[in-house]
């Protein structure tokens, strides 16, 4: 059974930074591009970053491109963003989310973990 | 970047009813689209892919066509658990990959 599970949610200061993972099991984590989504209280769905399965391409939303850094660690079967200036409207809840594919082309997202909360307030 | 158009906003269907949901792309996404379901504090589940495909356990009421530009989900009748949020999302010509911004199924 595909397992995603994040952690490292919490409340943060405007311009702080924060760090989300997601451990992720019952599947072969190396054959899959890994993607955050994010929503916004009482909103829709919004990508945010892809990164391949090796790790060597990234893609960022223009809403966080140059604050957050999306990475893994394949060792690990872990998936993270690094989120840095942090913004009030970065507040949302943050889905991981695996995809069919390798490289994130052409990917629909298959499966979710269940969120992690970021609030961004002072 | 790709602009994905639902509607309507809010459907108001009675439980056995059949349910029409539209999606449309700014531009031609071939059949490059998924639809999602999301329940309150949950997260969203995957329905279709391919805009016709559907997802692995997914029951046959939910059937999604269209292709190009104009995508529709069908829900053949209504059961009392498929009163949700649903969005569709392409993923062609990415990054980025967008979603639209949901149609809420409600009960009438």
């Known amino acids: 059974e595909v397992q995603l599970f994040e952690s490292g949610g919490g409340l943060v200061q405007p311009g702080g930074s924060l760090r989300l993972s997601c451990a992720a099991s019952?599947?072969?984590?190396?054959?899959?591009?890994m993607t955050w989504v994010r929503q916004a209280p009482g909103k829709g769905l919004e990508w945010v970053s892809t990164?391949?399965?090796?790790?060597?391409?990234?893609y960022y939303a223009d809403s966080v491109k140059g604050r957050f850094t999306i990475s893994r660690d394949n060792s690990k079967n872990t998936l993270y963003l690094e989120m840095s200036s942090l913004r009030a409207e970065d507040t949302a809840v943050y889905y991981c989310a695996t995809g069919p594919y390798p490289s994130g082309s052409y990917n629909w997202f298959d499966f979710w973990g269940q969120g992690a909360l970021v609030t961004v307030s002072s | 970047e790709i602009v994905m158009t639902q509607s309507p906003a809010t459907l108001s269907v009675s439980p056995g009813e059949r349910a029409t949901l539209s999606c449309r792309a700014s531009?031609?996404?071939?059949?490059?689209l998924a639809w999602y379901q999301q329940k309150p504090g949950q997260a969203p589940r995957l329905l279709i892919y391919?805009?016709?495909t559907r997802a692995t356990g997914i029951p046959a009421r939910f059937s999604g066509s269209g292709s190009g530009t104009e995508f529709t989900l069908t829900i053949s009748s209504l059961q009392s658990e498929d009163f949700a949020v649903y969005y569709c999302q392409h993923y062609n010509n990415w990054p980025p990959w967008t979603f639209g911004q949901g149609t809420k199924v409600e009960i009438k």
């Open positions: 531009q031609s996404v071939s059949s490059n």
């Open positions: 990164v391949s399965n090796s790790g060597g391409s990234t």
């Open positions: 391919s805009a016709s």
């Open positions: 019952g599947f072969t984590f190396t054959n899959h591009a």
